[in-house]
């Protein structure tokens, strides 16, 4: 899949309610402000909804970094 950094960062960040500028591919789950658990399954499901792709329950506990969703979807 052709994963365009920006895009993903902007999808995260409507799912987080913060700007996209407050994230970086180190943010990560429990070290940015708005991504508490909850906020892992609102990005979880605008990733799926985004891509129209399926996120299993096992990559929903590996995915907790940017960096690590931005190599996931590369890997789609």
Known sequence: MNINQSEVLQTVAIALECEPESLNLTSALGQH????????????????????????E?????LQSLNDIMNFLKDK
Not at 58 to 62: G, H, K, Y
């Open 33 to 56: 402000y708005n991504w508490d658990s909850f906020g892992h399954l609102s990005i979880m499901v605008a990733l799926e909804q985004k891509y129209n792709i399926e996120i299993t």
């Open 58 to 62: 096992e990559n929903i506990v590996r």
